[in-house]
């Protein structure tokens, strides 16, 4: 059996910028040394945990001096929990590292011609400002340093998150900054019946136990929707559990629950049954209503999503008189917002429940002027589609993370609309996708947002123009 490769160690480093992903880095020999929670400025020893042949990626395991940048961490979980990992900078530093981002990614991904970058949009609040969190069940609680050090016995149930690269362990949240109003205190009192009624945690890998997830989804409206996911039936402490939460949490607006004993964790395929009140939550922007349901994507930041969304209609300079084909439509958000500004709105979006949502909002703000298809993007965008629906003067497209499929590119290349607002939550696959673009479009404005406080993620706008026009 070979010996274990002992890992090097670079002393007194120096950490000079800031790379995508979060990481702070420097160059050592040659290469370039990505370290976790590196700030600029730091003086520290890092340990080098993959060592390749033009970088590394490394941990700090000493922090000889910090640098002046640094923040101190306002919440209990940091350094523990994935979450609001950028809480050691300064919000001002973290809009200046996200606009940086963007850039890069244009630069350095899609080797693009762009302008300048317009002023990043910071998010006002920058904490509470999450609509929606999924709270895992486990009875594999992560244990501190210091608590396996006692050599204590602990109550190893949690609710909370999952330990970042651990499948099966839970960081048991007590307070958490991303959502406000009363999910800390239902997360809490869930907790605290749980262990008053004995009710058994989620093994994943032994796939039992009763309590699974708790999902929390608000609006600016005050209006409230708990989802809880058990990993069996049990139909005494289920109703038991559920009368407690509508009773000690009365403004509840929607409580519902799902039994979900497969082997992972989504429920799109699942029935969602509602034990009190409606199967969906209002969210109001500007003076338009969204009906959420549980198996809706709607942002996050509904704060942000507001501006987002009055930044896309300023940038599609719209007259009244075109159609407009919005690619990723979710729950109609964008459609919806515009709608009033042009001829016709064409939405795709591969959920069937999102589309639903998205007629249903349409009817609900008395918007007439909007289609909506469910499916796979890449099947639509054909002549047969195109000629049905009217060739789109504007395109939108807000795709999830992994960007856009490389077919539907080239159906926006054979389309070729003469301008496309591109949204995206990745300006690394935005950029990818770009650079395919690029061979009909030109950058004519790019315009970061903020959506995500704390975080590393970025939203970004990029304004396309067909090179002919």
Same mark, same amino acid.
Not at 20 to 47: L, T
Not at 56 to 75: D, M, N, V, W, Y
Not at 258 to 285: A, H, M, S
């Given at each position: 059996?070979?010996?274990?490769?002992?890992?090097?160690?670079?002393?007194?480093?120096?950490?000079?910028?800031?790379? @995508?992903? %979060?990481?702070?880095?420097?160059?050592?020999?040659? !290469? +370039? #040394?990505? /370290? &976790?929670?590196?700030?600029?400025?730091?003086?520290?020893?890092?340990?080098?945990?993959?060592?390749?042949?033009?970088?590394?990626?490394?941990?700090?395991?000493?922090?000889?001096?910090?640098?002046?940048?640094?923040?101190?961490?306002?919440?209990?979980?940091?350094?523990?929990?994935?979450?609001?990992?950028?809480?050691?900078?300064?919000?001002?530093?973290?809009?200046?590292?996200?606009?940086?981002?963007?850039?890069?990614?244009?630069?350095?991904?899609?080797?693009?011609?762009?302008?300048?970058?317009?002023?990043?949009?910071?998010?006002?609040?920058?904490?509470?400002?999450?609509?929606?969190?999924?709270?895992?069940?486990?009875?594999?609680?992560?244990?501190?340093?210091?608590?396996?050090?006692?050599?204590?016995?602990?109550?190893?149930? @949690?609710? %909370?998150?999952?330990?970042?690269?651990?499948?099966? !362990? +839970? #960081?048991? /949240? &007590?307070?958490?900054?991303?959502?406000?109003?009363?999910?800390?205190?239902?997360?809490?009192?869930?907790?605290?019946?749980?262990?008053?009624?004995?009710?058994?945690?989620?093994?994943?890998?032994?796939?039992?136990?009763?309590?699974?997830?708790?999902?929390?989804?608000?609006?600016?409206?005050?209006?409230?929707?708990?989802?809880?996911?058990?990993?069996?039936?049990?139909?005494?402490?289920?109703?038991?559990?559920?009368?407690?939460?509508?009773?000690?949490?009365?403004?509840?607006?929607?409580?519902?629950?799902?039994?979900?004993?497969?082997?992972?964790?989504?429920?799109?395929?699942?029935?969602?049954?509602?034990?009190?009140?409606?199967?969906?939550?209002?969210?109001?922007?500007?003076?338009?209503?969204?009906?959420?349901?549980?198996?809706?994507?709607?942002?996050?930041?509904?704060?942000?999503?507001? !501006?987002?969304?009055?930044?896309?209609?300023?940038?599609?300079?719209?007259?009244?008189?075109?159609?407009?084909?919005?690619?990723?439509?979710?729950?109609?958000?964008?459609?919806?917002?515009?709608?009033?500004?042009?001829?016709?709105?064409?939405?795709?979006?591969?959920?069937?429940?999102?589309?639903?949502?998205?007629?249903?909002?349409?009817?609900?703000?008395?918007?007439?002027?909007?289609?909506?298809?469910?499916?796979?993007?890449?099947?639509?965008?054909?002549?047969?589609?195109?000629?049905?629906?009217?060739?789109?003067?504007?395109?939108?497209?807000?795709?999830?993370?992994?960007?856009?499929?490389?077919?539907?590119?080239?159906?926006?290349?054979?389309?070729?609309?003469?301008?496309?607002?591109?949204?995206?939550?990745?300006?690394?696959?935005?950029?990818?996708?770009?650079?395919?673009?690029?061979?009909?479009?030109?950058?004519?404005?790019?315009?970061?947002?903020?959506?995500?406080?704390?975080?590393?993620?970025?939203?970004?706008?990029?304004?396309?123009?067909?090179?002919?026009?």
């Amino acid at each position: 059996m070979g010996r274990k490769r002992k890992q090097k160690t670079i002393e007194g480093a120096t950490i000079t910028d800031m790379a @995508a992903k %979060g990481k702070g880095f420097f160059r050592h020999d040659g !290469k +370039v #040394i990505f /370290v &976790e929670d590196g700030v600029p400025g730091d003086v520290v020893d890092v340990r080098l945990k993959r060592n390749k042949r033009d970088y590394a990626i490394g941990e700090i395991t000493q922090l000889h001096q910090a640098s002046t940048l640094r923040a101190k961490p306002f919440c209990a979980h940091f350094g523990t929990c994935g979450g609001c990992k950028w809480q050691y900078l300064p919000y001002d530093m973290q809009l200046r590292f996200k606009s940086q981002i963007v850039e890069e990614a244009f630069k350095h991904i899609g080797r693009l011609t762009f302008p300048p970058l317009n002023p990043i949009l910071g998010s006002e609040p920058n904490r509470y400002y999450r609509n929606r969190l999924d709270f895992s069940c486990s009875n594999k609680r992560w244990l501190t340093t210091e608590e396996i050090a006692s050599g204590d016995v602990f109550n190893r149930d @949690a609710i %909370g998150f999952h330990k970042p690269g651990m499948f099966d !362990k +839970v #960081i048991d /949240v &007590e307070h958490c900054y991303l959502q406000g109003g009363l999910s800390n205190d239902i997360r809490n009192a869930v907790r605290a019946y749980a262990i008053e009624k004995q009710l058994t945690y989620y093994d994943v890998r032994e796939h039992q136990g009763f309590l699974r997830s708790l999902i929390i989804r608000t609006s600016t409206l005050d209006e409230l929707m708990v989802v809880v996911m058990f990993g069996e039936e049990n139909e005494v402490e289920r109703e038991a559990l559920l009368t407690y939460l509508a009773s000690t949490f009365p403004s509840i607006t929607s409580l519902q629950y799902v039994i979900n004993t497969k082997k992972n964790d989504t429920f799109y395929d699942l029935d969602i049954v509602v034990w009190k009140g409606r199967d969906y939550i209002f969210e109001q922007l500007e003076d338009k209503r969204y009906k959420i349901s549980p198996k809706s994507f709607f942002q996050t930041n509904p704060f942000q999503a507001e !501006k987002l969304y009055q930044l896309v209609r300023e940038k599609a300079q719209l007259s009244g008189k075109e159609i407009v084909y919005d690619l990723y439509t979710g729950t109609g958000s964008i459609a919806i917002f515009i709608a009033a500004h042009c001829q016709k709105v064409v939405g795709i979006e591969e959920v069937p429940a999102a589309i639903e949502d998205a007629q249903f909002n349409a009817s609900l703000n008395n918007v007439d002027n909007t289609v909506f298809y469910a499916g796979d993007v890449k099947t639509f965008l054909d002549p047969q589609f195109i000629s049905a629906n009217g060739t789109p003067d504007l395109l939108i497209t807000d795709p999830p993370r992994a960007g856009m499929h490389a077919d539907v590119v080239q159906k926006i290349l054979a389309m070729a609309p003469p301008r496309i607002i591109y949204v995206s939550c990745n300006p690394a696959t935005q950029a990818r996708d770009l650079q395919l673009l690029s061979e009909k479009y030109q950058i004519e404005e790019v315009q970061p947002v903020d959506m995500f406080p704390h975080t590393y993620h970025v939203e970004n706008i990029a304004v396309l123009k067909r090179n002919d026009i």
